[in-house]
């Protein structure tokens, strides 16, 4: 027995709305823009249609809720197309901000800080915000100062780009906070983006390739660090202390 629901049809959900063209216009009058921009006023459809093919051009619906609904004398397929570069263009233009995550440890040494805080920098300076997790092992999680202060001198470090978004806090056993850059530092990289975009099209213009932007959202190799470590495997013995080593010195804590 039918339940009553209306059966799926997934064509559905591929159909966004179409602009209609010519034949495609199914009511009986519209109001008509020339191809020059003159208003014709109302007019019956196939009237209007007429006008289109004297001019070896398209009558296309640009707005379909006015009533009559508007329709315009044009070059469909050029329309397409500048239509497709106008959103290519928002596109490129929107800003898009990304979270970017650098880890610490509470044993990390000053010249690894100092490195991660000029990464965190071309971040920030690239419109980023930075997220700085400090993981803890073993017997570290009852000496979360350290990692308040390493966050101390990582923000002092940043003071001039940027804000904080997050205070320092505990997940799991790790310690985060999240900077986000400040509104000057968003304002020049939207300069940038219009300085790039215009570069852009002078250089299409000229028939000329784009040279690629220099790429400032990675991390550059770190041969010495080992924060990229596989802490999930890493167990604790019967006395607490962590089995592990490393070149920040990471073995068994006495006490």
């Known amino acids: 027995m039918a339940l009553g629901h209306s059966r799926f049809d997934p064509r559905q959900q591929q159909r966004?709305?179409?602009?209609?063209?010519?034949h495609r216009i199914r009511v009986p009058e519209v109001r008509v823009?020339?191809?020059?921009?003159?208003?014709?006023?109302?007019?019956?459809?196939?009237?209007?249609?007429?006008k289109a093919q004297e001019q070896g051009l398209d009558l296309v619906e640009v707005n379909p809720k006015a009533e009559p609904p508007v329709c315009?004398?044009?070059?469909?397929?050029?329309?397409?197309?500048e239509e497709k570069k106008k959103q290519?263009?928002?596109?490129?233009?929107?800003?898009?901000?990304?979270?970017?995550?650098?880890?610490?440890?509470?044993?990390?040494?000053?010249?690894?800080?100092?490195?991660k805080v000029k990464?965190?920098?071309?971040?920030?300076?690239?419109?980023?915000?930075?997220?700085?997790?400090?993981?803890?092992?073993?017997?570290?999680?009852?000496?979360?100062?350290?990692?308040?202060?390493?966050?101390?001198?990582i923000l002092k470090a940043l003071d001039d780009v940027s804000n904080v978004e997050?205070?320092?806090?505990?997940?799991?056993?790790?310690?985060?906070?999240?900077?986000?850059?400040?509104?000057?530092?968003?304002?020049?990289?939207a300069q940038q983006r219009v300085a790039l975009e215009k570069a852009r099209q002078q250089a299409e213009k000229d028939g000329q390739p784009m040279p690629p932007a220099p790429s400032s959202t990675e991390l550059p190799d770190e041969p010495d660090d080992d924060d990229d470590d596989d802490d999930d495997d890493e167990t604790e013995g019967e006395d607490g202390k962590d089995g592990t080593g490393g070149k920040d010195g990471e073995g068994s804590d006495s006490n």
Do not use: C, W
């Open 16 to 22: 966004g709305y179409q602009i209609r063209v010519n």
């Open 33 to 50: 823009i020339d191809a020059d921009g003159s208003m014709l006023g109302v007019l019956q459809t196939h009237e209007a249609l007429r």
């Open 72 to 81: 315009k004398i044009l070059d469909f397929g050029k329309y397409k197309y």
């Open 88 to 115: 290519a263009q928002a596109r490129r233009n929107q800003s898009v901000v990304e979270i970017k995550e650098i880890k610490l440890r509470p044993k990390t040494d000053d010249h690894d800080i100092a490195f």
């Open 119 to 153: 990464a965190a920098r071309r971040f920030i300076e690239a419109g980023h915000k930075v997220k700085f997790t400090v993981r803890f092992r073993g017997r570290e999680i009852t000496h979360p100062e350290k990692a308040h202060e390493q966050l101390d001198v």
């Open 166 to 189: 997050t205070r320092p806090m505990m997940e799991a056993r790790a310690m985060s906070l999240i900077i986000a850059p400040k509104p000057a530092v968003m304002q020049r990289v």
